[in-house]
């Protein structure tokens, strides 16, 4: 494989014997990744994706693993990030499921047909620009703040690319939901599924992972809270079962 550069390592993502590079100043993966890309997984064999904002490339290459014949597209603005997830994606030996695209997502009319997308999904920026404290480091800020694409900028590429019926998946902050719902319905893509996720059971919810569908009609499920830790700290058992773990005896 390519040899590793200044700061980076490989790191075992205990699935599946899958692996990815990450730079340890740069923004690591978290939980949501891994949670958006679970909620992701029934989506049809054989499905062309898109990975907007893939970073690491972290979702693309757990997606590849979840389901069968996928062809996956993951977009990112970042050359060094970008260059750093197809040698993830290389470690693997998925180049022929996994392409990394070095784009900003303003441009993919440059490289996809309309209407030709299964499927999109992201984990996007989280908060809106000149909002809350932000990291000196570009690639920290790109990743966490809308500088170089608004949750509009996903949702209108979205709706554009996606076929009839296609679906986009989105993990953000729960406190975000009216501003996606509102901007989804804007551009035809109707909220199906939401899912609340909550750090501990009678705590509030953090996060929202929603699923649309392009010119669907109106019908909303909300599927039972996502809780991640039980009281004593440790991961829930539905959690430790997206991780692909079994609890200890202890447990």
């Known amino acids: 494989m ?24 740069g923004f690591c993966f978290g939980i949501d990744s891994v949670l958006i890309s679970d909620f992701a997984k029934d989506m049809r064999k054989g499905s062309t994706v898109l990975d907007l904002g893939t970073g690491t490339g972290i979702i693309s290459i757990l997606l590849s693993k979840k389901q069968d014949n996928l062809k996956i597209y993951g977009i990112e ?11 993830s994606v290389r470690l693997n030996n998925l180049q022929d499921s996994i392409s990394i695209i070095n784009d900003n997502l303003k441009n993919l009319s440059n490289h ?14 989280y908060k809106k620009n000149n909002t809350g404290l932000k990291n000196d480091d570009y690639r920290n800020l790109v990743s966490r703040h809308e500088i170089e694409c608004t949750l509009e900028d996903i949702i209108s590429i979205s709706k554009k690319l996606l076929k009839d019926k296609g679906e986009i998946y989105m993990i953000n902050r729960a406190e975000r939901l009216v501003d996606i719902v509102s901007c989804m319905r804007n ?19 953090n996060l929202v992972l929603i699923k649309a569908v392009k010119n669907a009609g109106e019908f909303l499920k909300i599927e039972k809270p996502l809780i991640v830790y039980r009281d004593d700290g440790e991961y829930t058992d539905e959690i430790l079962e997206i991780y692909n773990k079994k609890r200890n005896k202890e447990g």
């Open 77 to 87: 603005i970042q050359e060094d990030v970008a260059e750093m997830a197809s040698r």
């Open 2 to 25: 390519d040899v590793l550069k200044e700061g980076e390592r490989i790191d075992d993502l205990e699935y599946k014997g899958l692996k990815i590079i990450q730079n340890k100043d």
């Open 187 to 205: 551009y035809k893509l109707e909220p199906k599924v939401i899912r609340f996720v909550h750090s501990k059971q009678n705590e509030k919810p």
């Open 112 to 125: 996809f047909e309309p209407n030709s997308i299964d499927v999109i999904v992201t984990n996007p920026p």
